[in-house]
């Protein structure tokens, strides 16, 4: 009988016909489904088995578009044999995760497992993550590999969970992290992200795996890719690229991004999409920006301003938001407004007259059946009184007409609002009334006695009485 060639030699002849005769991967899977695990982890294996890996997740790679061509649609021909293949490569490195499971539990093989797991582990992850989702370049088959696939390698690796996976089981041990982006980042270059259309997902999906404090060792890495894609022109990559500065944001600590500059980068890019008038985009933007203005307040100490960015982004969301007339960004704003209030506290007052304009214009409209605007707008006002109460005085003809009519035209509206809606909008301007009563010293009891006294509306009644009584 002749002796039986070594596996280094076998797997790199089979990964050399990958490309010539595709029914090389049927008879790949068989041949590592007999194979013994002795055999299989040779000498020279596990560089052979990196280099397999690679051949594997080169034949189940997605087919390469032009960087600015149309997206391509669900059952395009290319992408559904993208798909076979990619199932075809999966079931593949299932028995080879098997394989090295199996020999784990030998003594003597045990040792020879790590070494081949951290050749093959990039090329496995990228592949399963490409196809967990659903996309036009997966189909079901695909996805239910894909989902097997990734459960199967973490727990070849001996992890309870992705995370786990990708930054190490400790915290001096190095996960996969690194390795999975040094094979992402040639794809994620700005003339190269485009072409494969799963680049993205897998960068993003992967990204917000790793939270505080793996993340900070590898902004260098992830800082690049996250800008360039909420730098596109397409919303959707926008927000993408939002998402992940934000998740940056939360989890680097505040030195690391303040370092070379980081964080004002970061702060431009974001103010820059103020400009759109995409809702999505907007509440990424604003929410992103709300956790990233103290870290550049806390960096700017050393070097006082006459405006802060808070005041700078405020301003500009005031400008924006004064003549806006679509419903989805009017409450994105006045969702989002009642934060920037009580970040600046006090200096509120520098934006007052502006501020001042913005709430009686969205009082006076109402947006729909949940009224997200008006309650939003409505926790502005109360906000700004408590932190502004001084300026407020001299302001209550204008709020207190403002507040009256809204509270009139809740009540009397015959629309679809639910109840509970129109409870939480008279609750939260009669709470606006105490507050304005309040700072005032009491003069807002006084003009409202002539308006309780000529009113039969109960429910507006009720409104006024709670004024009067609080104390």
């Avoid at 239910?144 to 990708?166: P, Q």
């Avoid at 405006?307 to 938001?321: A, G, R, W, Y």
């Avoid at 906000?383 to 001084?390: L, Q, V």
Wanted: aromatic share 4%; charged share 25%; net charge negative.
């Amino acid at each position: 009988m002749e002796p039986q060639p070594p596996a280094e030699q076998v797997l790199r002849q089979l990964g050399q016909l990958l490309s010539q005769r595709p029914g090389v991967v049927t008879e790949l899977g068989a041949l590592l489904e007999a194979a013994e695990p002795r055999w299989l982890l040779g000498a020279g294996s596990p560089a052979a088995l990196g280099e397999l890996a690679a051949a594997l997740s080169a034949f189940a790679a997605l087919p390469e578009r032009e960087q600015d061509a149309a997206e391509l649609r669900d059952g395009d021909g290319a992408y559904a044999a993208a798909a076979e293949r990619a199932a075809d490569v999966g079931r593949v490195f299932l028995r080879l995760l098997a394989k090295l499971e199996a020999a784990k539990a030998e003594e003597s093989l045990g040792p020879a497992v790590e070494p081949v797991l951290r050749r093959v582990m990039g090329h496995i992850y990228v592949l399963a993550v490409t196809h967990l989702a659903e996309g036009a370049w997966s189909s079901a088959g695909s996805r239910a590999v894909a989902a097997e696939l990734l459960a199967a390698l973490v727990r070849a690796a001996g992890c309870g969970t992705v995370a786990e996976l990708l930054r190490g089981r400790k915290e001096e041990e190095e996960g996969g992290f690194a390795a999975i982006m040094g094979l992402l980042r040639p794809r994620l270059g700005k003339d190269t992200w485009k072409c494969n259309p799963a680049t993205k997902h897998v960068f993003s999906w992967t990204l917000l795996h790793i939270t505080r404090p793996w993340l900070s060792q590898h902004l260098e890495r992830i800082l690049p890719a996250s800008l360039l894609i909420s730098d596109d022109y397409r919303e959707e990559n926008k927000v993408l690229g939002v998402h992940c500065l934000h998740h940056i944001v939360l989890n680097v600590p505040g030195a690391d991004l303040c370092q070379f500059n980081r964080a004002q980068v970061v702060y431009h890019a974001l103010y820059n999409h103020l400009y759109s008038r995409e809702a999505p985009l907007i509440q990424a933007v604003l929410l992103c920006l709300l956790d990233l203005l103290p870290v550049l307040e806390r960096a700017q100490r050393q070097q006082p301003r006459p405006t802060s960015p808070c005041d700078e982004v405020l301003q500009l969301v005031l400008t924006h938001m004064e003549p806006e007339h679509r419903l989805a960004l009017r409450q994105v704003y006045a969702k989002t407004l009642p934060a920037f209030v009580q970040r600046l506290g006090i200096l509120i007052a520098r934006h007052l007259k502006r501020l001042e304009r913005v709430i009686l214009g969205y009082l006076e409209v109402s947006d729909g059946p949940e009224e997200e605007a008006r309650l939003g707008i409505l926790e502005t006002l109360q906000c700004t009184i408590e932190h502004a109460w001084p300026r407020m005085p001299c302001r209550i003809p204008v709020l207190l007409k403002a507040l009256l009519k809204m509270i009139w035209d809740v009540h009397t509206d015959q629309g679809s609002t639910p109840e509970p809606v129109r409870a939480a909008l008279l609750q939260r301007a009669t709470e606006c009334l105490i507050l304005l009563d309040r700072c005032s010293e009491g003069q807002v009891k006084i003009l409202l006695e002539g308006v309780y006294s000529c009113c039969e509306e109960n429910r507006v009644r009720e409104c006024i009485r709670r004024v009067q009584e609080n104390t």
